[in-house]
């Protein structure tokens, strides 16, 4: 089956087969500076999106967290709760987005942090992109974008589709959340491929990455180095961040204990350096043999 013909589509244009929905300029989010926030399926990507979301407000910045998950917890710690996705609230009204409001669908957070979850189409069915476009659309229309100094897209797992690449069709940088070892080394070699595809037509450009919940970095390093990638933070293996979790708060809520007051310290500095602009990095992905020699052997 082909593209519809009333779609505008890239073919080729971003990869090798690739046949991708072009984004509306209609829908581009302007005034802001966007992120997006990739890694491995349970890396730490939500953690970190929103300390990081927290830490810009805390730095004055207003900020807009959209969780781009069918699990919907992307911003369980900035608001103590599970929200209601957009696709969810948008199915109660028949999908005539006129009839809701904007409480229907935006969370006021930590130190006023806005919250959306997009949520995702049921299993096997649908399109993450579709719901990413949905979501921004809403958020337009009902003019959420218009007071917002940054924007933080917290995006699923590896990116296998176009659909789970959507997000950077907005963003203007991403960062990769990883750890020291191999599978999520790994994974972020896969992401970097993905956000070279998509710079070909898009602003977005890679940032770099942060090492989470990891004693070195020695491997991550030793990666960087190779492709000409870089390192921008480091998130050490502490209990405390778990626990934060489990109470549903940020780092920013909790008690100030020493490695929490360093995270914090980590986070800011996280913040600091992606509001001030980091360098446009264009670094080459390894193919999976060459991967697998360089960090896959001893």
């Avoid at 990739?38 to 990507?45: A, H, P």
């Avoid at 992905?285 to 697998?292: A, G, K, Q, T």
Wanted: proline share 5%; aromatic share 6%.
């Amino acid at each position: 089956m082909s593209p519809r013909d009333d779609i505008p589509t890239l073919r080729g244009e971003d990869g090798e087969g690739s046949v991708q929905v072009h984004q509306d300029d209609s829908m581009k989010i302007e005034g802001a500076k966007v992120f997006s926030v990739y890694g491995k399926g349970g890396i730490g990507k939500s953690t970190t999106s929103s300390n990081l979301s927290a830490a810009f407000s805390m730095l004055g910045k207003r900020v807009l967290q959209i969780g781009c998950d069918p699990k919907h917890d992307s911003t369980f710690t900035l608001t103590g709760h599970l929200q209601p996705t957009v696709i969810d609230v948008l199915k109660d009204v028949d999908f005539h987005p006129e009839e809701l409001r904007p409480e229907d669908f935006v969370t006021v957070g930590f130190n006023g942090v806005k919250c959306v979850e997009a949520g995702g189409p049921p299993a096997g069915t649908g399109c993450g992109g579709y719901v990413v476009g949905q979501t921004v659309k809403l958020l337009k229309q009902h003019h959420m974008l218009d007071d917002t100094d940054v924007v933080i897209f917290d995006v699923l797992g590896d990116v296998v589709c176009g659909g789970f690449a959507a997000p950077l069709q907005h963003a203007d940088r991403a960062v990769i959340v990883t750890a020291n070892d191999f599978d999520s080394i790994y994974a972020m070699n896969r992401i970097i491929a993905a956000v070279q595809a998509k710079s070909k037509n898009y602003k977005v450009r890679l940032a770099g990455c942060v090492a989470n919940r990891s004693v070195d970095t020695d491997e991550v390093d030793r990666y960087c180095e190779t492709v000409g990638f870089k390192r921008i933070a480091h998130m050490p293996a502490v209990d405390a961040i778990r626990r934060s979790r489990l109470k549903k708060k940020t780092l920013f809520e909790m008690p100030d204990e020493e490695d929490i007051v360093h995270c914090r310290a980590e986070y800011i500095r996280l913040a600091e350096t992606l509001w001030n602009g980091t360098e446009a990095l264009a670094p080459a992905p390894l193919p999976d043999r060459e991967i697998f020699e360089l960090l896959g052997f001893d």
